[in-house]
Structure formats: structure tokens, C-alpha cells
């Protein structure tokens, strides 16, 4: 069963930074994808970045430049927040999708099957 836990949110002034950690247990792939997604309050979530089993990764335009997802092996992927913005605040999680077939370019990932229970990001001004 795959279990992702993430770690590494809490507060920061807007300009800062924070890493955001997920520890990924139970997940063996060829082919796959990792991704970070976050959740406002009142908005839907939305993918911030994802990681491909090439290690390609890409980056919503809003994070671009600022933010950088890595994995260590795959026990282990992680988001780079720099230059935080209030509006970055809401509750990150990370997710998973199911094993591919054949390889999936990171910025086409889609079927994100196993989530996180989320860690909360709070950015103030």
C-alpha cells in the first residue's frame, strides 16, 4: 500500500523560504510521476509542480522561478520554496500516480492515485 508523509510546513514572511518533504513508502515504479499540489482556502487544489520518473520536472507559471521539486530515490521527493509569496499560502500535499505503462512526461502526468494527509503553509506579508 503506498503512504506518502509529508513534513515541513509552517509559517514564513513573505520573501522567505521553506522546504516541504514527503516521504513516499509502499511505491515501486517504472514509469511514474510525483507531484506537489496545494489547496487554498475556498479554492479547489492545484498542481504546483511534479517530477517525472526521468526526473523532468515542471512547474506551474505561478511557481516558476521560484519554487524546485526533487526526488531522492523513491523514498523521498521534495519542493524548494523560495521567494514565498502570501498568496502561496494553503495546505500542500503530495501525491503519486498510478504506475504507468510507458514513460509520461512530467508536465502531461495525470492520475495522481495516492495523496498525503497535507502540510499547511502559511505566508504572511
Known amino acids: 500500500q503506498v503512504r506518502l508523509v509529508e513534513s515541513g510546513g509552517g509559517s514564513a514572511q513573505a520573501g522567505g523560504s521553506l522546504r516541504l518533504s514527503c516521504a513516499v513508502s509502499?511505491?515501486?515504479?517504472?514509469?511514474?510521476?510525483l507531484g506537489w499540489f496545494r489547496q487554498a482556502p475556498g479554492e479547489e487544489r492545484e498542481r504546483v509542480a511534479a517530477?517525472?520518473?526521468?526526473?523532468?520536472t515542471y512547474y506551474e507559471p505561478s511557481v516558476a522561478g521560484r519554487f524546485t521539486i526533487s526526488q531522492r530515490d523513491m523514498n523521498f521527493v521534495d519542493l524548494q520554496m523560495n521567494s514565498l509569496r502570501p498568496n502561496d499560502t494553503g495546505m500542500y500535499y503530495c501525491?503519486?500516480?498510478?504506475?504507468?505503462?510507458?514513460?509520461?512526461?512530467?508536465?502531461?502526468?495525470?492520475?495522481?492515485?495516492?495523496w498525503g494527509q497535507g502540510t499547511q503553509v502559511t505566508v504572511f506579508s
Open positions: 501525491a503519486a500516480t498510478r504506475p504507468y505503462i510507458s514513460y509520461v512526461r512530467a508536465e502531461w502526468c495525470s492520475e495522481f492515485m495516492s
Open positions: 517530477i517525472d520518473s526521468d526526473t523532468i
Open positions: 509502499g511505491y515501486s515504479a517504472r514509469y511514474y510521476c
